[in-house]
Structure formats: C-alpha cells, structure tokens
C-alpha cells in the first residue's frame, strides 16, 4: 500500500485519466477527494469505490473559479483533516480550425488549463507549507514538447504554461517540503480524445516507438509514482507518459 494514511485530491476525476488515477490511488489506500464540474460521475465513481478505500467523497468543482476550488479543499479538510496529495487533472480540449478559435476559446482553455492548476496548487499549498510535506502533480501534454495539433494553438499554449508552473512551484514550494511534478501524456484513449483518436489511430501508431497509444493506466502509474514517498527527491520534472513519441528538451 504505497499511499497508506494519504489523502488526496485528484481534479476531473470524473473521466478517462482523473477516473484512472483515481482507482489507481484506491488500490494504494488512499483516502480520496474525487472533483469534477460533472457531480453525477464522481458521485457515480465515489460510490463504487467506497467499499476498498478509507474514505472517499465526491466534490463538485470548476477549477477555474477560485471560490469553487477553496470550497474543493475544505471539503478535504472536513472530511479527511489533511491534504497530502493534489492531482491537477481537469483539462479540456475543444478541436477547431486554428483561424476559427475566438478569443473567448482562448480564455476558457487556459482559465482551465492553466490558472485552474494555478489556482488548485494555491489553494492546497498553505496547509501543505505548514505541515510540510505534499506533493502536487500537474498533467500536461506531449503538445507542449511537439506542438500539439496544428492549429490548436490555446491547448498547446496551456499546456506548455504548466511546464513553467510546475518549475516555479516546484521552486517555491521545495524548501517546504513539498514536491512538484509534471506529467506529459501522449495520445491517449479516453473520452477527451474520442472525437479523432480512433479515427487517426493507424496514422498516430506509426510515430509511436512503443506501438501502441497511450492507455489510462500507463498516466496512472506515473502519478503513482510522482505522489509516492518513493518520489521524494524529484521535483520541477516533467516526466513523459507518451511511448517515445516525443522526446527530450
Ligand atoms: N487523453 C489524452 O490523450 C491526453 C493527452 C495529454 C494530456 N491530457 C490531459 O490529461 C487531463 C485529463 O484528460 P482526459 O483525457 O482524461 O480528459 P476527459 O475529457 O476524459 O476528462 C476530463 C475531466 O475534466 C473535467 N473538467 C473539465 N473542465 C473542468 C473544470 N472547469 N472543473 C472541473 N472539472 C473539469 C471533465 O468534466 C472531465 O471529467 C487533461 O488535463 C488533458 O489535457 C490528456
């Protein structure tokens, strides 16, 4: 049991890899805080998982919206008395043409994408100083290493901001105790990517050195480890789930 005595938050954990993580950190024994603008699917997820974890409650959430988010972690506290862990999950990705995204597009991409991590990491980061230990994890993507799709300018943007949250939490945070990472998946198969993975899939493989896509779990064990004790002299990092198809820098 890696995650014994643990309580974590985990963002869009209604979904593809939040959902993932989330049954990946139950089966460690961690207690759970499972968040989601989508209540009925964390309820759903809360349920299920109650029988084989400490403590599980399902949290309604906009990480974009720094009220909602300071709400999010009373809740952790009410329920579980700590935060141990956050998991800066919830992301979105509307696919349009480059020259068809409107400003407005653009400012609901990053609001969740980047100052929502922002805001989450701020929001659990006074305790997590106090008690000095945590550990944050942010997902990013493979688009801020390869440019993403073209055209999808906002998410890639975000996405490469996380990077430069990550390091300058990391930096901040470090003399606290507590550790920041980032996680870069590559096209993997959950709801986010239904809408042209499947159908790209043969084209997408091709560039892939492992040759296959990504799968939920393969994003799980990475946070596993990053919000492990056995991660505890990693920081600032960004570590690539993504089967070598993009590398390095
Ligand atoms: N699937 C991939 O190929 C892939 C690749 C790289 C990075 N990522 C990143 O991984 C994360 C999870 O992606 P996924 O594929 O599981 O997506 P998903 O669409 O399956 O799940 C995302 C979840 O986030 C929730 N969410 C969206 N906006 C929210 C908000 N404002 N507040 C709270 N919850 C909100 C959604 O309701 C949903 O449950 C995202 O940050 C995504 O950008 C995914």
Redesign the pocket.
Known sequence: MRLKEKAAII??????????IARRFAAEGASLLV????IQ?VEALSNELSPYVPGVRACE?????SA?VQKMTESCMKAFGRIDILIN?????PKKEYLEYTEEDWDAVI???LK?EYLCARAVSEHMMERRYGRIVN?????WRSGGFAGGIP?TSA?AGVIGLTRALAKTLGPYGVTVNAI??????????DGW?PARRDEIVKQIPLGRV?R?LD?ANAALFLASDEAEYITGICLDVNGGIAMGG
């Open positions: 963002t869009g954990a209604g979904s593809g890899l939040g959902e993932a968040c989601d603008r989508n699917a959430v906009d990480v974009s919206d909602s999950n919830a992301g979105i990705s609001d969740v994408n929502g997902l990013s993507s493979s688009a998410y996405k870069a998946p590559g096209p993997t198969a959950t709801p986010l990517t993975l990504g939920p994003v």
